[in-house]
């Protein structure tokens, strides 16, 4: 694991350490992030007080719609806010987590490698944790939420990394069973 406070994008550091041969399961964390990215060319706004997050997986499968693989990583971001805050938890397609129709969180997977070979794919998770509402530009503030704002408690940063970590591991080891059993199936 590599913990940095300040980053323009742990995405950009995890394709690095993939393309110097990182081992699967490495994890970039930051607590900010000055130039995080979203789908196409958006931007993924990071304040200070956020959880960012990006981990290189090397499955051994053909690769497939990208969007299979941020399905299985939001499927790990709302089982761990499950765990943390009330209201409605949804995955709105392709990359972000909603409560109660606000984002929270927000997955970016980026994969490297030929038509036929993966070599591998660098996933990237945003939480927002701990920032208040005038940290978000005006524009932002009735589209986004944060733990700090809906959890009835705040959980320790640190037991929230390790749940979502346990979650990613689950589902990614779910979906490559189910992959190789079943085609595209996801069922995780």
Not at 2 to 22: C, M, P, W
Not at 44 to 73: C, H
Not at 89 to 110: F, H, Q, Y
Request: glycine share 12%; charged share 25%.
């Amino acid at each position: 694991m590599y913990h940095v406070a300040e980053i323009d994008s742990t995405n950009n550091l995890a394709l690095e350490k993939a393309r110097g041969g990182a081992r699967e399961g490495t994890v970039v964390l930051a607590d900010y992030q000055s130039h995080g990215r979203g789908q196409g060319d958006h931007t993924w706004y990071s304040p200070r007080g956020g959880m960012y997050l990006s981990i290189i997986l090397r499955p051994e499968v053909a690769p497939r719609d990208i969007n299979s693989w941020n399905v299985m990583g939001g499927s790990a971001v709302v089982r761990t806010l499950g765990d943390y805050v009330r209201g409605e938890i949804s995955l709105r397609l392709p990359n972000d987590v909603l409560l109660d129709g606000k984002k929270i969180a927000g997955i970016l997977t980026e994969m490297r490698g030929g038509y036929k070979h993966l070599n591998f794919l660098v996933m990237g998770i945003g939480l927002n944790v701990n920032f208040e509402m005038d940290q978000v530009p005006k524009e932002l503030q009735p589209r986004l939420t944060s733990f700090r704002l809906e959890g009835p408690e705040m959980p320790a940063r640190v037991r929230l990394l390790q749940k979502l970590l346990e979650n990613l591991e689950n589902c990614y080891l779910s979906f490559l069973e189910k992959r190789e059993g079943a085609g595209s199936a996801l069922g995780y």
